[in-house]
């Protein structure tokens, strides 16, 4: 069954229904999921990775700015609760205080904004690669930018460094996060062809 | 119960999955058969409010569906085709209780109500059980169990055998059989509309044929295959 | 295979009778004070304290171990690249610091269960409903679906990674995820109905009031009563 709906949704203000809350829990968990499998060796630097921000891409990607969001808000929820849901097994309260806790909490305003680039970029043009490069981008942006603009000035909160060192040690994630970006805009382009929903 | 149906039309996007059916259903149990696309679905989730006519209207007991659908999901269950999907919560407990917390039961009552549903199925050591290590048999009776724990008054069944093995299928025939309430079952398996007081034929939307099992069963494997 | 989840660990120790509201706000306070203090005299008694508070709970020693081994990482790494970069005494500082949270992070998470920690956040968020920018139940809801759908998930990658690999497709990530997702989409549908026809959402927070299944067109002739639209909550 595909869903029609009406013009009237497209009121600036819709309300949640069911079927958001639904995509929202089962995005978060694709992210956790994500975190879970075993991690890909994608030989980038000979570091092995696991997909879990590409799963925080994706929500942006697919979903688009609002669902993404939650979904990741969703995720910190889970972990603050004590479940082990990141990569690795990691969870709990302790996440949050630790290094890697602005990482964590920027992936909320990370799926925001990947989404809402794809909705502005990425919708309009014709052509399928232009739209392709436009998906990759719109991931870069939210997926790499903003989570690292959270997580490098918290890194230099929690440990002491100096928000030049911690940079430097986000440059080590870089090139793999790069390289999740561009798999996310490529998997958030198919699957929308495949199966498109409403954007939010 | 007595559901009506007047001069119901659904379009999904311009394809019109039901046309103009006018209906009046109220025997014990009631068969919907017909070939994929046919919009037997489509007519069973009429009755609960799922999805509501574009045109006409869905009466239960005098109640419109796109007007009360909150008080006719209270009295009207649903079964869906994929146990997979229906149970929503992650303990068989919690997710039988869901129900009964949304229509406002009392809490303390809950649990009680639950413990004896689950009894009633015989399957009270699944209680504490994580629903995703629930077999297909298993879960399909949980959710099953889940509705009646309800109370409603009117069970639609969609395809509720259609995905299990032949042993499960035979569980949850038996379990449907042994119903006390009245119920509305889309099924592609005909051998379980044996006694059934109605059976509709649906075809394009439209119902073909209408009547008792022992002519409507034979006069679809005639027509429709 | 499925993963385990949760960490709580039963067992009657102090901490895990103590109110779970209790143990949350120490944390929370405990999270933001470490922060505004830098001296060690302040900061070593707190860490020592955490360190009792986890061993009270007595956990087996091999699961501690491995509970500890993902801290102690970050324990090791952190204070080291302080001493190289910065000082010996910011190394002590926040050695201390992230010892204290870490420590007493798990202590709570050891003797917590998911519910209860899910019970005060929902608690935590309702004040925020009257800004109409939360809406309790949908969290609850969100909550429980993705506890039910993780398992299900998992089962879902193994399976389309195995039919994968039968068709010589693996370790090809975009072959893996977008099945994964679309068919996580498509059951979308069907969860949702599921849910909607078992009467949610609660009498209780009839925000989302007739939140028809996405196969359910809201008729433009029958709006909802005015009164419960005007309740109704935005995402």
């Known amino acids: 069954m595909t869903s029609s709906h009406t013009p009237r949704r497209r009121a ?35 570091v092995p990775i696991t997909l879990q921000t590409l799963g925080v891409m994706l929500a942006g990607a697919v979903l688009g700015p609002v669902r993404g969001a939650l979904a990741c808000a969703l995720v910190v929820l889970l972990t603050i609760a004590g479940l082990p849901v990141l990569a690795g097994g990691r969870g709990g309260f ?31 043009p ?20 903003v989570v690292y603009a959270l997580g490098v000035p918290w890194t230099s909160v929690s440990t002491g460094l100096s928000l030049r060192q911690s940079t430097v040690t986000a440059l080590y994630f870089l090139p793999g996060d790069a390289f999740k970006a561009v798999v996310a805009g490529l998997v958030a382009q198919n699957v929308r062809q495949a199966y498109p929903i409403e954007r939010r | 119960m007595r559901v009506t149906l007047d001069a119901v039309t659904v379009r999904f996007g311009s394809r019109a999955v039901l046309q103009d059916l006018t209906l009046e259903l109220s025997e014990p149990r009631i068969g919907l058969i ?19 006519p574009g045109e006409g209207t869905v009466r239960v007991d005098g109640l419109d569906t796109a007007e009360d659908a909150r008080a006719i999901r209270k009295r009207v269950g649903f079964v869906f085709q994929n146990p997979d999907n229906q149970i929503v919560l992650p303990i068989v407990r919690e997710d039988l209780a869901f129900g009964l917390k949304n229509t406002g039961v009392p809490r303390r009552e809950i649990p009680e109500r639950v413990e004896r549903q689950l009894a009633h199925f015989g399957i009270a050591h699944l209680a504490d059980r994580p629903s995703h290590a629930l077999s297909g048999g298993e879960k399909q009776l949980v959710a099953l169990a889940a509705v ?21 299928r035979n569980v949850i025939r038996a379990a449907v059989a042994a119903l006390p309430q009245q119920a509305v079952v889309v099924t592609h398996d005909l051998d379980l509309l044996t006694g059934y007081d109605r059976v509709l034929v649906l075809d394009e939307g439209r119902v073909v044929h209408d009547g008792k099992p022992r002519i409507a069963v034979p006069w679809y494997v005639e027509h429709c295959s | 295979m499925t993963p385990r989840l949760s960490l709580y660990l039963p067992g009657d120790t102090p901490l895990h009778r103590a109110r779970a509201d209790w143990k949350l706000s120490v944390l929370l306070l405990a999270g933001i004070g470490v922060f505004l203090v830098r001296s060690p005299a302040v900061l070593g008694p707190c860490a020592g304290l955490a360190a009792v508070a986890l061993l009270s709970v007595r ?11 993902g801290p102690f990482v970050v324990l090791a790494l952190v204070p080291a690249a302080a001493a190289v970069f910065q000082s010996a005494a910011t190394a002590v500082t926040v050695g201390l610091r992230l010892c204290t949270l870490l420590l007493a992070a798990l202590a709570v998470t050891l003797t917590t269960r998911t519910s209860d920690i899910l019970d005060v956040l929902e608690r935590a968020l309702r004040p925020l409903e009257r800004t109409r920018l939360v809406n309790a139940a949908a969290v609850g809801l969100a909550v429980s679906l993705a506890l039910r759908f993780i398992p299900e998930a998992f089962h879902r990658f193994h399976d389309i990674r195995e039919a994968q690999a039968a068709r010589g497709l693996s370790g090809s990530p975009v072959a893996l995820l977008v099945p994964l997702a679309v068919r996580m989409l498509k059951s979308a549908e069907d969860i949702a109905a599921a849910v909607d026809a078992r009467c949610y959402p609660p009498p209780a927070a009839r925000h989302t009031e007739r939140g028809g299944a996405a196969a359910a067109p809201p008729p433009a002739r029958s709006p909802a009563p005015a009164g419960r639209k005007d309740e109704e909550a935005t995402g």
């Open chain 1, 12 to 46: 600036a203000r819709r309300r949640m229904e069911t079927k958001d809350v639904v995509l929202i829990a089962l995005f978060c968990a694709i992210i956790v999921v994500l975190g879970l499998v075993p991690p890909v060796d994608l030989g980038v630097a000979g």
């Open chain 1, 94 to 124: 302790g996440v949050v205080p630790g290094p890697t806790g602005g990482y964590l909490l920027g992936w909320i305003p990370g799926a925001f904004v990947t989404g809402l680039l794809v909705t502005v970029l990425a919708t309009r």
């Open chain 1, 126 to 145: 014709r052509s399928r690669p232009a739209r392709q490069a436009a998906t990759v981008v719109a991931c870069l942006v939210g997926g790499i930018l």
């Open chain 2, 34 to 52: 017909g070939a994929n696309g046919s919009g037997k679905s489509t007519l069973a989730r009429l009755l609960n409010g799922l999805v509501l």
């Open chain 2, 148 to 168: 009646l724990v309800m109370r409603p008054e009117l069970v639609v069944l969609d395809e509720p055998t259609t995905l299990l093995d032949l042993r499960n």
């Open chain 3, 59 to 69: 956990t087996p020693p091999r699961q501690l171990a491995r509970h500890l081994t």
